[in-house]
């Protein structure tokens, strides 16, 4: 029976690989067409030019959203099928097998114009101009012509190095720049999958784990062909979970410090750690910590953060006031709703409401996993990396109003490497598979949180029911 299953198993992989394969060669050629139309168009806006042909039209935004469906739901498939799977295999024989995948999304052109900011960026370093005081627009580049983002630069200053490091190649093409960060992104997407690899060494699922990871086609979308920087932070969260377990407290909060330079989310990290090391009575570790990050703030402030407008520009203020993809975006439709015929100032304060209320109870919810650690009694290192993954996912459910779909790319590192945790895994990959099943619909997109949070107020329930089935026995 079991030499049967492994058959019937192997056969119904081959299957699946076939059309994964199929699938995303047509997915490849849609976003090369999708890319061609959005070059035309900005090039035409650029020079001025109107009336130009929309390429980019819902109906082929909706045939790119069912590829991109149908790629993730094979996915699952291959997930559900292989759940069992306890086979071996070394990491060179895993680059082997999942090469054409990792290839095709590094080919691909990006889609979002993200990575063109990224490489502008680094332009306005190459130039002597600081782009944590200077807005993107004041600044004019070959790239130019394809920003949708006219501020000062969000990113962090180690962010800045490897923006100034693509925007050498610029000079012989832009595009030859773009693929330069491209490139950089697919190495720390293998990085990243490498270390996953090594951690897991005792575990039965190691193989298996790290192929899902490396060939998620969520993944490779959003940190490899769309390129964005989440993919380096997912690279610290990895190595700060690693140093955590391994109980190198000092290492993980420069790991910490590293991620906030490079973006801001591992900011909100960091506490929790500082947190768990007065817990621990660590002082000694607690003091070289504070000291490292007190130099740490020091140094930016005396060189490329010298103002606290230069600061500011990290929180990313032009999304201030906008939402998208978040329940946030939810409720605004809903009080803009034509036969609610809401005037515009009711509207404002109703959401205001919200918003407040939406904050306390991250606010709420991040302190109670703040002070965990001393009313856990067993809590450990292992609690503690579970923790990080999970602050974070409440933080883009309940506190994020603009939403982008990869930001929860960093969540499967965690659950990468806490595989045994079913309910953040579940909640995490309900999260990041959500965005693909909207199939680019906009009104589908304004759900794209609202699962996950209906998983953890599952959760939540459940809870309370077993509380109080157990008071009352």
């Given at each position: ?29 849609e976003l090369a067409l999708r890319a061609y139309s959005f070059y035309i168009e900005a090039l035409a806006n650029s020079q001025g030019e109107r009336n130009v042909p929309d390429f980019s039209n819902s109906f082929v935004k909706l045939r790119i959203g069912i590829e991109y469906f149908g790629l993730n739901i094979i996915y699952i498939i291959w997930l559900v099928i292989n759940k069992q799977g306890q086979i071996y295999i070394n990491f060179t ?381």
């Amino acid at each position: 029976m079991l030499n049967t299953n492994n058959y019937q198993n192997d056969k119904n992989n081959k299957i699946l690989l076939v059309i994964a394969i199929i699938l995303s060669l047509i997915f490849f050629l849609e976003l090369a067409l999708r890319a061609y139309s959005f070059y035309i168009e900005a090039l035409a806006n650029s020079q001025g030019e109107r009336n130009v042909p929309d390429f980019s039209n819902s109906f082929v935004k909706l045939r790119i959203g069912i590829e991109y469906f149908g790629l993730n739901i094979i996915y699952i498939i291959w997930l559900v099928i292989n759940k069992q799977g306890q086979i071996y295999i070394n990491f060179t024989k895993i680059l082997k097998n999942t090469s054409f995948f990792l290839l095709i999304a590094f080919i691909s052109y990006p889609v979002t114009g993200d990575i063109n900011l990224y490489v502008h960026y680094g332009l306005m370093d190459l130039n002597k101009i600081n782009p944590f005081l200077n807005a993107a627009n004041t600044f004019t580049s070959s790239l130019s012509p394809f920003l949708a983002w006219k501020q000062t630069s969000t990113y962090g200053p180690i962010s800045q190095l490897f923006f100034m490091f693509s925007a050498y190649f610029t000079t012989i093409s832009p595009s030859l720049g773009i693929y330069v960060f491209k490139l950089l992104c697919l190495v720390f997407h293998i990085i990243n999958s490498y270390l996953i690899w090594q951690y897991l060494k005792i575990s039965p699922y190691r193989s298996n784990v790290t192929i899902a990871y490396i060939i998620s086609p969520f993944m490779l979308y959003e940190q490899v062909t769309n390129a964005h920087i989440d993919v380096f932070i997912s690279t610290v969260l990895i190595i700060l979970i690693i140093c955590l377990k391994k109980r190198s407290y000092i290492a993980a909060i420069i790991a910490g410090w590293i991620g906030f330079l490079i973006k801001t989310l591992p900011i909100i990290w960091l506490p929790l750690i500082f947190v768990y090391l007065i817990k621990q009575q660590r002082w000694k570790s607690l003091f070289i910590a504070l000291s490292v990050s007190v130099a740490i703030v020091i140094a930016a402030d005396l060189t490329v953060l010298p103002t606290v407008e230069s600061w500011e520009s990290l929180l990313n203020p032009g999304v201030k006031e906008r939402v998208i993809n978040s329940i946030y975006a939810l409720v605004t439709q809903v009080l803009s709703l034509k036969h609610l015929n809401l005037p515009i100032s009711l509207q404002k304060f109703v959401f205001s409401i919200f918003k407040t209320i939406m904050f306390s109870i991250f606010v709420v919810s991040y302190i109670i996993i703040l002070t965990k650690p001393y009313f856990k009694k067993n809590y450990d290192e292992t609690n503690l990396s579970l923790n990080l993954g999970w602050i974070t996912l409440i933080l883009f459910i309940l506190a994020t109003p603009w939403y982008c779909s990869w930001y929860s790319s960093v969540l499967l590192a965690v659950v990468a490497l806490n595989i045994h945790s079913k309910r953040f895994a579940i909640t995490s990959i309900i999260l990041c598979l959500t965005n693909p099943l909207t199939l680019n619909l906009p009104l589908l997109k304004l759900l794209t949180v609202v699962p996950a949070l209906v998983v953890i107020l599952f959760w939540f329930v459940r809870d309370i029911q077993t509380q109080k089935k157990s008071l009352t026995n």
